[in-house]
């Protein structure tokens, strides 16, 4: 046995099926057969299981179906690996289809260049709907944070760290680190500081990536990159010397739209109220000039990476979801964490430990 795909499921039966389906359509079938690949299913406590569907794959793929109580996606990943025979264990999430070629660029990587952790990137499927293109765009996009998470190329404005959506590391290199932290939000960028502070290799394969579905809609997406702010400042304290400038910039955009919509406000106000309306139609123009423009600039940039308008103009609001989410879950974060003083579990129980 040589790969090992461990997949944490939590109500989520419809696009488990897509993920396995897209394994049993690899372009190179020697790779998953039996003895080089095993498909270990964790269901984390579902209300709405999978079995079902993992029993229709059964006989195209080495699959393995455990339940457990509902405990957090960094458990269930633990929980999948303990059971798990392969040398590599790949980590994916439930929400993302594998393209044909994925698991040969694994192999040819690693064939090549041999490491002990690594990671692919993701992309938008012509299929999926409009808003999930465009929250893909706000993810991945130089305007936004998307150079924070590593990019597609190495060298990108922060180092890359492989995340828990498609993330690959020697067996026995798991074992050693203990696995995935007891955390309900950041874990896997937390593992992956404790993979490169262990001085284990690290690097991304940019052949394998994925089609990543991301949340439905923008209030689901909303809370996902609140969460991701707060786990930032969380991952500071864990990790003291891992926060960089780059991480600071959806807060000082958060910030920035603040004010602007203030000035905004006050503008309105006072082009209807005050006597003499120039110095507030000044202030109303000077205040909408930077929201106009970084909308401008993400609506044509998204228009041109995918062909639609629609998805351009959805991008507009994705991307500033994606950055005043972020931004203000890392601000509560750091209010909380940093001049309260409270615990990472007391502070945030409410977002984290249902």
């Known amino acids: 046995m040589k790969y090992s795909i461990v997949i944490p ?37 579902s209300s709405v299981t999978c079995e079902d569907i993992c029993s229709r794959y059964a006989d195209s793929l080495d699959i393995h179906y455990y339940v457990k109580e509902n405990g957090g996606p960094g458990p269930a990943r633990n929980y999948g690996v303990e059971r798990a025979t392969g040398d590599y ?3 994916l999430d439930s929400d993302v289809v594998l393209p044909a070629g994925y698991l040969s660029a694994i192999d040819a990587e690693l064939s090549s260049r041999p490491c002990d952790a690594f990671g692919g990137p993701d992309a938008a499927h012509p299929d999926f709907t409009p808003v999930q293109k465009a929250i893909n765009y706000a993810m991945t996009s130089f305007f ?4 924070i998470r590593g990019g597609k190329k190495e060298g990108a404005m922060d180092r890359f760290f492989p995340r828990s959506f498609n ?44 089609w990543h579905k991301r949340r439905a809609n923008f209030r689901q997406f909303f809370k996902q990159v609140h969460n991701s702010g707060i786990a930032r400042i969380n991952l500071m304290k864990r990790h003291p010397g891992t926060l960089k400038i780059v991480h600071l910039l959806p807060s000082v955009f958060t910030i920035g739209v603040a004010l602007c919509f203030l000035g905004v406000m006050l503008g309105v106000v006072g082009l209807v ?39 351009g103009l959805l991008s507009v609001a994705a991307s500033f979801i994606q950055l005043t989410g972020y931004g203000s879950g890392f601000l509560r974060s750091w209010w909380q964490r940093c001049v309260l003083g409270r615990g990472e579990f007391e502070a945030f129980k409410k977002n984290f430990y249902k």
């Not at 499921?9 to 039996?34: I, M, W």
């Not at 936004?144 to 150079?147: D, Y």
């Open 144 to 147: 936004t944070t998307g150079g």
């Open 167 to 210: 993330m690959g590391i020697r067996r026995s290199v798991y074992d050693t680190l203990g696995g995935f932290a007891q955390m309900r939000f950041g874990e896997d960028v937390d593992f992956s500081y404790r993979i490169v502070e262990s001085a284990h290799s690290s690097r991304l394969f940019p052949a394998a990536w994925v």
């Open 9 to 45: 499921v939590y109500n989520r039966p419809e696009e488990l099926d897509e993920l396995l389906e897209s394994l049993c359509k690899q372009s190179e079938r020697a790779v998953v057969v039996r003895d080089a690949v095993e498909v270990i299913i964790v269901e984390d406590g």
């Open 89 to 91: 264990v790949l980590i």
């Open 273 to 311: 109220c005050a006597s003499s309306p120039m110095p507030w139609l000044v202030v109303l123009l000077v205040s909408l000039f930077p929201l106009v423009v970084f909308s401008l600039v993400i609506a044509a940039d998204s228009t041109a990476r995918n062909k639609s308008l629609h998805v």
